[in-house]
C-alpha cells in the first residue's frame, strides 16, 4: 500500500463508515464462535494500523502481526497488545497451535502466495480453534482501488471455500456481507470502467457527516444477519473456518 494512503487509513479507520460498520458486524460474528474461557487467545495477521485492535481486544488476549514497519509502529503505538514483525506465508513469529481465533480481516488478497497462507494459517489454530477471514468479492469488481492498495486477486465465497479446504480447512460458513450498498457500489464500480474513473483514493477518504452516517447506518443494518449466516452476494466475503485435524 502506498505511504500515503497507510497514513489516510490511519486518520480515518475509526470513523469511516466502512471501517466502523465492518468492525461492528465482527464484533458480533465473533460473539457467536463460543471461544473457550475467559481469556481465549486471538490474533490479527496483517493488523494495518491497528483499526481492529480495540474492538478484537475485548474479545480475548489479544497479539497482532504486521509486515510493513509504518503501519506496526502506528498499531503499536496504540498500545492495545503486542504487535509482531511478520508476513504471510513466512516469516510468523508465533508457534504453531497457540492460538482460539486468528483474524485475516481483507489481508488475504494483498498475499501474493494465498494458497500457502492458508496452510500456515491454519497451523496457528489449537485444536477447535477458528479462522475468521474476509476478502473483496468478484474479480469483476476490480478497480484502481484494487491497485493503489496492492491487491493480487478478489474472491468468490465458492473460490475461497476450495482454497481453504485444499490448505486443510474445515469451512464451517462462507458467504457474502456489505450486501445492502452492493447495487450503489457496483454500478459506480462499472460507470468507473466505462469512464476510466475506477476509484483509488476517494474510496477511504471521509465523506460528509450526514453521508458517512447514512451509510454506516446501511452497511450496519446487515449485523444480525451476517452475524448468524452469510448473505448470498456482497462487496465482501466472509468465512469462518477451522482446523481439519
Known sequence: MRP????QMAAVQQTHWWFAARRDILSSVIDGLDL????????????????????????????AMEY????????????????????LPEPVPFADGSFDLVCLLDVLEHVEHDDAALV??????????????????????????DVDHHHHRRYTASRLRSK???????????????????????????????????????????PAPWLNATLRTLFGAERPLVARMGLPFGTSVIAVMGRSS
Open 164 to 206: 481453504a479446504t485444499k490448505a486443510g480447512l474445515v469451512v464451517h460458513r462462507a458467504g457474502y456481507f456489505n450486501t445492502v450498498l452492493f447495487p450503489l457500489i457496483a454500478l459506480a464500480r462499472l460507470v468507473g470502467k466505462l469512464t476510466g474513473r475506477t476509484g483509488g483514493d476517494a474510496d477511504t477518504a471521509l
Open 68 to 87: 510493513s514497519p509504518e503501519a506496526r509502529a502506528a498499531a503499536a503505538s496504540l498500545g492495545l497488545c503486542p504487535v509482531e514483525a511478520g508476513g
Open 120 to 145: 500456515r494459517v491454519a497451523r496457528l489454530l489449537k485444536p477447535g480453534g477458528r479462522l475468521l477471514l474476509t476478502v473483496p468479492a468478484y474479480q469483476w469488481l476490480w478497480s484502481d482501488h
Open 4 to 7: 500515503e494512503l497507510l497514513a
Open 36 to 63: 473457550p474461557g475467559a481469556q481465549p487467545r486471538v490474533l490479527e495477521i496483517g493488523c494495518g494500523p491497528g483499526g481492529n485492535l480495540a474492538m478484537l481486544a475485548r474479545h480475548g488476549s489479544l497479539s
